[in-house]
């Protein structure tokens, strides 16, 4: 398998650490407010980074943090006047639900929450200054970029570009204008702080990933990955600071996503394009977002439209469709050895599980093994009936929800499940009506099927619905 690393700019061999085993930290959310599509994007990727990992046969431990202090969150538990505790409380419930709503694969998968590790950054902090790399003015700890090794090697900037360009407004306690701060000290007696050997204060931000990142992976881990914007500062500041501690590699791997657009225009708050992810599941279930997050490679920018959205929404369609034909299939065929014929066709259901893994194995490409997923469809509605055998319709079945489950795709239950129900016993009634030559009452069921967004079709396996395009 080959990842894009961003720290060389090219795909490599994945190589864990330990063998069949790999360690991921993903940037979590600052839990000020509710998930919007673009903290969407790097949720759903690596999450199915991980899923592709566990279908390797690889065990995997995953860590995405909560960063749950923070200025933003400082403000608007002032702005609200409640305690920072209920905010963060509040956002991480919501992110919770919405993350499940994606299908969000939480089996082994740790959220820690920054404050959780106070202790642990102070001894990070402390570590540095004994290095002489951290220094203290006042309360504040800020590091010293001129001890880091090779600054600027994840996002190829120039510390003497960066100095110059940072001159004006240049704080007066910091050596340097790329001096980062490690740890701040409390401004007003209201805030949030813990007591520390420079006096009360809190984390920065950088200081809190580095830590959490090495408390429970270790002090080199296989893949860090987040939003290509956080490449710089964010973990070109964490490989700094975790490299001059440690003196060891921070990460092997550095895996970064693309933005989101809107109508091809980036999203942001001051142009009033900035979704979240509660405001698009009024209209569109989040499996529905989940598979355009995916239907387009992680390091190209993806367009969010609405009428990109319902072309997703169809194609999930003509995926469940393909799903639930085999389904009913496998009812209805009887078990038997596999004649020559479906042994050819075996091979080409292998075929589409091959071109899958083939994209998948090319730096996650998602977009190719969503092709394979559907070109099995296709295949399987063309080639298999009830007349097959019921192994090689199991076979299409199970790999169809194999590779589904990569995805994180194909698992609708309860509602879902019950509206199948009601259109089953729907086309039977109508089916009674026409038998009894009562067209009218026919007619008034499938008239009442179209309301609900099913068109019926005549195939050779009977009376056949699909959801209406």
């Not at 090219?10 to 979590?28: A, D, L, Q, R, T």
């Not at 200054?129 to 590091?143: L, S, T």
Request: charge should be negative; hydrophobic fraction near 35%; proline fraction near 2%.
């Amino acid at each position: 398998m080959k990842l894009y690393n961003t720290l060389t700019r090219k795909k490599e061999e994945f190589v864990p650490i330990k063998e069949k085993e790999v360690g991921i930290y993903v940037c979590g959310p600052t839990v000020y407010n509710y998930i919007h599509v673009g903290n969407a994007r790097p949720m759903v990727v690596f999450d199915t980074l991980r899923r592709y990992f566990l279908y390797k046969g690889y065990k995997v431990n995953y860590v995405s943090n909560f960063t749950d202090i923070d200025d933003k969150i400082i403000n608007k538990a002032k702005e609200e006047g409640k305690d920072y505790h209920d905010i963060t409380d509040k956002y991480i419930k919501a992110y919770m639900e919405d993350s499940r709503d994606m299908n969000f694969y939480e089996e082994n998968t740790i959220h820690p929450r920054a404050t959780e590790y106070i202790d642990p950054m102070i001894d990070f902090v402390k570590g540095l200054e004994d290095k002489g790399a951290a220094y203290n003015v006042d309360g504040n700890v800020y590091f010293d970029v001129s001890k880091a090794k090779n600054y600027g090697k994840l996002s190829k900037k120039n510390v003497d570009d960066l100095k110059a360009g940072a001159r004006i407004g240049i704080s007066d306690e910091k050596q340097s204008p790329v001096d980062f701060a490690l740890w701040k000290k409390r401004k007003e007696e209201w805030e949030p702080a813990w007591e520390s050997p420079w006096g009360k204060g809190r984390p920065g931000w950088h200081l809190e990933c580095s830590v959490m990142a090495k408390s429970i992976l270790g002090e080199t881990i296989d893949i860090h990955a987040g939003g290509e914007d956080l490449q710089f500062p964010h973990h070109e500041n964490e490989i700094a600071q975790s490299e001059t501690l440690t003196d060891k590699q921070f990460a092997n791997y550095w895996l970064h996503n693309s933005m989101i657009t809107v109508d091809n225009e980036k999203m942001s708050k001051s142009k009033g394009n900035f979704f979240l992810l509660r405001d698009i599941k009024q209209h569109y279930d989040l499996e529905v977002v989940r598979f355009w997050l995916l239907s387009v490679h992680y390091r190209n920018p993806i367009n969010f439209s609405e009428e990109v959205m319902e072309q997703t929404k169809n194609g999930l369609e003509r995926l469940y469709n393909g799903k639930k034909r085999l389904e009913r299939l496998m009812e209805k065929a009887e078990a038997r050895e596999l004649s020559d014929e479906e042994k050819n066709i075996s091979e080409k259901i292998d075929g589409y599980r091959n071109n899958f893994e083939k994209a998948m194995d090319d730096d996650l490409n998602t977009a190719d093994a969503i092709s394979a997923m559907y070109e099995l469809v296709k295949y399987s509605n063309v080639e298999l009936s009830e007349d097959n055998s019921r192994e090689i319709i199991e076979k299409a079945y199970n790999t169809l929800m194999d590779l589904a489950k990569v995805i994180g795709i194909l698992n609708r239950k309860d509602e879902e499940e019950n509206l199948d129900e009601k259109v089953e016993k729907l086309i039977q009634d109508r089916q009674d009506a026409r038998k009894n030559k009562d067209f009218a009452l026919a007619d008034k069921i499938r008239d009442e099927l179209l309301e609900m967004g099913i068109v019926l079709k005549d195939t050779r396996d009977g009376v056949v619905w699909e959801i209406k395009k």
